[in-house]
């Protein structure tokens, strides 16, 4: 029983010990999509603050009566405790005195409250380190002590909000505002206006449909051509066309290029979508997936009287949806992220033909300064495909535990 024990204490140690470490790497991988996604919901002052933080936050602030407008709270140290009060106001110049003969006893004092020693017209000086300094009239514990100008700076006057006759002075930029966590979704609309993101994800996603369609389509038809249809050179051709998956893509944009020019297609969605609606990889994927489908199907359909279009609708497509579903989820990613093409093919200056990728890189250095909007147009780039890959997920994994079986 002890040794039945030990064994089961043994395995959910090292079950608990392998989801930990499994849980900790996915969050690191998670992180920069975390960070972009609450920083676009950032301003930009919080987007530069450093050290960085994860949610998004903004000053608080608090109606106080006598004032036309709210006050921004500030953490002060108010008898040997730190609490919320709110700036009254700021940029009050002090100095810091002391008697010429024991600088070391200094006060501070608010530069509009005192008086220089003699007068305006007149005033006393005294030299002090062999510098000559002038006097001020400071009063100290009922009695108008001269003393000389230390050093000066300024600081704001911070009042409880509860009671505004209790005043703390300290500098402004060395004080720690109060802040809570908010959220600012017009990031979202202000990059929209900003850049016409609204134009360039209608044309992403008309592109990336009739891409994945028209991928769809071909791949079909081509992998039941090379998987049934029986015809001289079949494999040949296969093998050449299947060869194409290893040429470079960057082999394939001159002569691709000057093909667009020579039909008149540059400069237009067109040739963003023709050239991608046939897929090597595509094929491939159809072609193995039909040919583990069971000849005595397809016979016996032949022998009922079912046309080749009647097999393929009816027995290869419908059995077919998971390898259809992995490939669709990846030709949409694909085709959602492509740039390299479309800014080869699309001017920049032709905003009513942008994608989101030619569009975000515009962006960028429009809005460099403003580094939260970037984020958004970036989220607005990844969710849309994000999503496609969850919910493509289940027929993903389906293809490949199938393939595995039947392979």
Do not use: C
Not at 35 to 50: E, I, N, Q
Not at 308 to 313: E, F, G, P, S, W
């Amino acid at each position: 029983m002890n040794i039945f024990k030990s064994y089961h204490l043994g395995t959910l140690i090292r079950n608990l010990a392998v989801y930990a470490t499994l849980t900790f790497f996915a969050l690191v991988m998670l992180f920069p999509f975390l960070y972009m996604l609450t920083t676009s919901f950032k301003t930009p002052a919080d987007t530069f603050r450093y050290p960085p933080r994860m949610l998004p936050r903004d000053p608080a602030s608090i109606e106080v009566a006598g004032f036309d407008r709210p006050l921004p709270l500030y953490y002060v140290t108010h008898n040997g405790q730190e609490r919320e009060f709110a700036l009254a106001q700021s940029n009050l110049r002090t100095g810091t005195f002391a008697p010429a003969d024991n600088l070391q006893a200094s006060v501070e004092r608010m530069l509009a409250d005192v008086r220089p020693t003699g007068g305006e017209g007149s005033q006393q000086t005294i030299i002090v380190n062999g510098k000559e300094e002038k006097l001020y009239d400071i009063t100290l514990d009922g009695q108008v002590v001269p003393m000389v100008l230390i050093s000066q700076t300024t600081v704001g006057e911070f009042i409880d909000p509860k009671n505004p006759s209790v005043k703390v002075y300290q500098n402004v930029r060395l004080s720690t505002p109060v802040e809570d966590i908010t959220w600012h979704p017009e990031n979202y609309s202000a990059v929209v206006e900003l850049q016409g993101l609204d134009r360039a994800l209608s044309n992403t996603a008309l592109v990336t449909i009739l891409v994945v369609l028209g991928q769809l389509a071909t791949s079909v038809i081509g992998g039941y051509a090379f998987a049934r249809l029986k015809f001289p050179g079949r494999d040949s051709i296969f093998v050449i066309y299947l060869g194409t998956i290893m040429i470079p893509f960057v082999m394939l944009i001159v002569p691709l290029y000057q093909l667009m020019v020579l039909i008149g297609w540059t400069n237009r969605l067109a040739a963003l979508i023709i050239p991608w609606i046939f897929t090597a990889y595509g094929t491939f994927l159809m072609r193995q997936f039909f040919i583990t489908v069971p000849k005595e199907i397809e016979e016996a359909a032949v022998l009922d009287g079912a046309s080749r279009l009647q097999i393929l609708t009816k027995i290869f497509i419908p059995a077919s949806v998971p390898a259809l579903a992995t490939q669709a989820t990846f030709t949409f990613l694909y085709a959602w992220n492509s740039f390299l093409w479309p800014l080869v093919i699309i001017n920049v200056g032709n905003s009513e033909n942008h994608v989101l990728t030619l569009a975000l890189n515009v962006l960028r250095g429009r809005a460099s300064d403003t580094p939260n909007l970037i984020l958004a147009g970036a989220a607005i780039a990844i969710i849309p495909p994000l999503i496609v890959f969850i919910l493509g997920q289940r027929f993903f994994v389906e293809s490949v535990t199938s393939s595995g079986v039947k392979g």
